[in-house]
């Protein structure tokens, strides 16, 4: 017998995506029932009652999770949300219901070995409920107490080899595609890369010094499968520099019908037999592939790496192999001044340990934010408030005609004093000899 009536979530078991109340319900039975004889450290009833409360806000249509919470580890300035429910009397089992960020490893692979010993611990000293993963990455362990987190935090690191996330002011925790490891068009490591700076800015992450957020995304290519250019203040976007690479009999296959275009992804409808000009050729946004006597043709120059062609017939063509990254800033929800997805700050950076081009750009990003950027301002509000060209000058990148998408309308122009002959000194009765008033 459930603790509370919850007729309106009772529905969303029905139908066939899988059903979170049935799982909580799950859990919930799997609690009272303690097989496994675990001395719970926070109520065993936090799910029924977690249910219960949500069945409220379902019935109020508003939340009851009071404002707030300021909850931690010794060391660290985030990591752990805290929450406190508004019916605690009601709803004693999440009266305390704070969430903690654990750092994911890249690309989200694991083994069950490491996922069993997670659940192991959070099973006894949390409400066993996850969510896998936050929209940023981590491993988010959804309720406990107050008095668990610094034993959970103990645990983690001393039993799982295992940090927190990221939260607050600071550098959150970074997250990358799966890059090379399961994907032939992964320009770079991703995961090596997006643990490397991980590691290196630890501090930057555990402890807040920066006005506000700052987030790093990993993407092996442009098709960006962790959307790094909508939702990093830096995305790091796999590319090359050479010729997309050809394998003429291979397009031969594509046009023939031995290969299904774009790995069968459309196999859903019938759209008649695969047509190179009209799905590739005609849409290339540049305009730069032909065939030429049965053969496809690239020009290089011309071709922007929109990755369509590749994404159609990935058999035939592959990424080149002068490899490396561009940087985009700026990307951001939008709270306060309007939504933005990066903007292009580095065309192309190689990707070689330990990545010193890459760290100096970050770097000198840094220090011109954590200086000039107001209160919870993000660095790309700060970009528009004092100009790319701060960005450019900060980070010491000349300006270069892939910086715009095309050159501003207006003739409000600034220009540097020692850039104008004469400077800005002048003298009006100078001025007064050859005009009179
Ligand atoms: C034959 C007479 C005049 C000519 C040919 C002339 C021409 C112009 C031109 C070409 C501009 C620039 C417009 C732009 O921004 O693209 C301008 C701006 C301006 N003119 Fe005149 N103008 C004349 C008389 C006057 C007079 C008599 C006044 C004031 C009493 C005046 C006040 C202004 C002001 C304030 C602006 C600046 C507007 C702004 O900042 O956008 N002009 N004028
Ligand atoms: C008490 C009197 C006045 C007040 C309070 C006033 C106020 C203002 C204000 C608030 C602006 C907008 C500034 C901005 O946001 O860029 C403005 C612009 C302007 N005012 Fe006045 N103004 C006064 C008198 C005058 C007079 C007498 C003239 C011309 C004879 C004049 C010509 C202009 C012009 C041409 C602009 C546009 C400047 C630009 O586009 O950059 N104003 N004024
Ligand atoms: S972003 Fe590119 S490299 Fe990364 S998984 Fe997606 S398609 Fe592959
Ligand atoms: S990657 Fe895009 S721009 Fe380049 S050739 Fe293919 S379709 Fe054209």
């Excluded at 065939?291 to 369509?308: A, F, N, S, Y």
């Excluded at 220090?367 to 209160?375: A, C, L, P, S, V």
Aim: proline share 5%.
């Amino acid at each position: 017998m459930a603790k509370h009536d919850t007729p309106m979530l009772d529905q969303l078991e029905s139908g066939p995506w899988p059903s979170f109340v049935s799982d909580l319900k799950e859990q919930a039975e799997r609690r009272a029932k303690n097989e496994e004889g675990v001395e719970f450290q926070i109520p065993s009833d936090v799910c029924e009652d977690l249910l219960g409360v949500l069945e409220l806000s379902f019935k109020h249509g508003r939340t009851h999770w009071k404002h707030g919470g300021i909850v931690g580890v010794f060391g660290y300035g985030g990591g752990v949300i805290g929450r406190y429910c508004d019916q605690p009397e009601r709803f004693s089992g999440v009266a305390h219901f704070h969430t903690m960020r654990v750092a994911q490893p890249g690309g989200k692979f694991y083994t069950t070995d490491f996922l069993r010993d997670l659940m192991k611990l959070w099973d006894f000293r949390g409400s066993g409920i996850t969510n896998m993963h936050g929209s940023t990455g981590d491993i988010i362990f959804l309720g406990t107490t107050t008095p668990q987190l610094e034993e959970i935090f103990f645990e983690l690191t001393h039993n799982l080899n295992q940090d927190l996330g990221g939260s607050g002011s600071n550098l959150r925790t970074p997250a990358d595609c799966i890059g090379s490891a399961r994907c032939e068009w992964s320009c770079y490591d991703t995961q090596a890369l997006c643990y490397y700076l991980t590691e290196e800015y630890q501090d930057e992450l555990h402890r807040p010094a920066f006005p506000y957020k700052f987030k790093f995304k990993f993407d092996g290519c442009p098709n960006c499968c962790v959307a790094s250019i909508a939702r990093a203040d830096i995305s790091f976007i796999g590319t090359w520099k050479d010729d997309i690479k050809i394998d003429q009999e291979a397009v031969q296959g594509y046009i023939g019908g031995e290969f299904l275009p774009n790995g069968g992804a459309y196999t859903g409808r019938d759209w008649g037999p695969f047509d190179i000009a009209k799905e590739v050729i005609d849409l290339c946004p540049t305009d730069c592939m032909w065939m030429e006597d049965g053969k496809l043709k690239i020009e290089t120059k011309e071709c922007t790496r929109c990755m369509h062609c590749i994404n159609v017939m990935p058999r035939a063509l592959r990424i080149g192999d002068d490899r490396g990254l561009s940087m985009l800033v700026g990307a951001k929800a939008p709270i306060l001044d309007g939504a933005q997805m990066g903007s292009l700050l580095v065309p192309f950076v190689k990707v070689e340990e330990p990545y010193d081009e890459i760290k100096e750009v970050i770097e000198n990003m840094w220090d011109w934010w954590m200086e000039e950027g107001k209160n919870r301002e993000r660095i790309g509000e700060l970009m528009k408030r004092q100009g790319f060209q701060k960005l450019l000058s900060v980070t010491g990148i000349k300006p270069d005609a892939r910086h715009v998408q095309e050159p501003r309308t207006n003739p409000y122009i600034f220009w540097n004093e020692d850039e104008v002959e004469g400077g800005w000194e002048r003298d009006v009765d100078e001025y007064r000899k050859d005009h009179q008033r």
